[in-house]
């Protein structure tokens, strides 16, 4: 395999000049940037990423630092994303994933794609929370995607949980339920406090007489991942009484809506005709897996990858926090 100083002797040039061909050609001259072009060409020296430049490949490189959304299914769009926005623009893209809680693997994940030399950086999370940017990624460009943060002013891109929960509780209002059962997901995550907003603001904007409705709360403990626990509330009043006082199970996420449909039908009611059922997250499309098919609502994904990725194409200037729509899955469980 060709080496650098192979390089640097077929051309007849320093080593220092090989190295500037590959990271810094603007500052060679058009004679020794070619002479050090055809060394590689005949050599076949491609030393990293950078020196794909200098062997014709056009474009401009993003780097991505997946926070476990490579390895979460239903946030992995996200990265999907990214990879057809920028090939679409000409530009290139890698991804280094890492996980938050390890600051050896983050570090060295940060090293990663420092040496890739890229033109910008998407932060992204396979969960909605606020993110720590690490301080040698803020000499570059940097977009959010899934996460916020508080360290630097930063344009981020993340879902209008409002809005999908405030859809979800003004559909159940037009259908006439009144006694919904709310299981949410953590009680400090971003996304429960601005669903819960959405849903109640639905339902008494709606609602004309307001004691006729009643609705009740139960959260998971904080930065709980264990979704069956979202649904003890559940199996504790299944428990408890005979019927359920409840005509709605409004799931904080699908997962939790999937227990809900098995302890419900185990217990011998009908979903829809004895109590309704919704979701959130529409995760890798599961909700058409449900029986019945379940209402949900989808987190853009897609849509959070590829508005982070032309966010740096563009060049785009500003810091806001840019909420994207939720779509309501219309299933019949409710």
């Given at each position: ?147 916020v943060t508080e360290d630097l002013p930063v344009a ?53 007489d307001k004691s006729a409705v009643k609705i009740s ?118």
């Amino acid at each position: 395999m060709a080496s650098l100083k192979d390089v640097a002797q077929l051309a007849g040039v320093s080593l220092m000049t090989v190295s500037r061909a590959l990271n810094n050609p603007d500052k060679l001259s058009d004679k020794t940037y070619q002479a050090v072009k055809r060394a590689i060409d005949q050599l076949g020296y491609v030393p990293n990423f950078a020196a794909q430049n200098i062997r014709g490949v056009t474009g401009k490189t993003i780097g991505v630092l997946s926070l476990g959304t490579a390895t979460t299914p239903f946030s992995v769009e996200i990265l999907l994303a990214i990879e057809k926005t920028v090939r679409k623009f000409g530009w290139h893209s890698y991804v280094i994933n890492t996980f938050e809680n390890d600051e050896a693997e983050m570090e060295q994940a940060v090293e990663q794609l420092i040496s890739h030399r890229p033109n910008g950086i998407i932060i992204a999370r396979n969960g909605l929370k606020i993110v720590q940017v690490p301080e040698k990624l803020r000499q570059f460009p940097i977009a959010l995607a899934n996460c916020v943060t508080e360290d630097l002013p930063v344009a981020s891109y993340i879902p209008d949980d409002y809005q999908g929960q405030y859809k979800i509780g003004k559909l159940l209002v037009e259908k006439g339920y009144k006694k919904p059962l709310f299981l949410h997901i953590p009680h400090n995550y971003i996304a429960t406090k601005a669903r819960k907003k959405g849903f109640e603001q639905a339902f008494f904007a709606e609602e004309t007489d307001k004691s006729a409705v009643k609705i009740s709360h139960y959260f998971m403990q904080a930065d709980g991942e264990d979704y069956f626990e979202g649904a003890k509330p559940l199996i504790d009043l299944l428990q408890r009484h005979k019927k359920l006082d409840y005509d709605v199970i409004v799931c904080g996420n699908d997962r939790i809506a999937f227990v809900a449909y098995q302890l419900l039908l185990s217990h011998g009611y009908r979903i829809p005709e004895d109590i309704a059922v919704t979701g959130y997250d529409n995760m890798v499309g599961i909700a058409r897996l449900f029986i019945p098919p379940l209402t949900t609502v989808e987190l853009p994904h897609y849509a959070m990858g590829e508005q982070a990725a032309l966010h740096l194409i563009e060049e785009r200037e500003d810091t806001e926090c840019h909420k994207i729509t939720c779509p309501l899955i219309m299933g019949k469980s409710c």
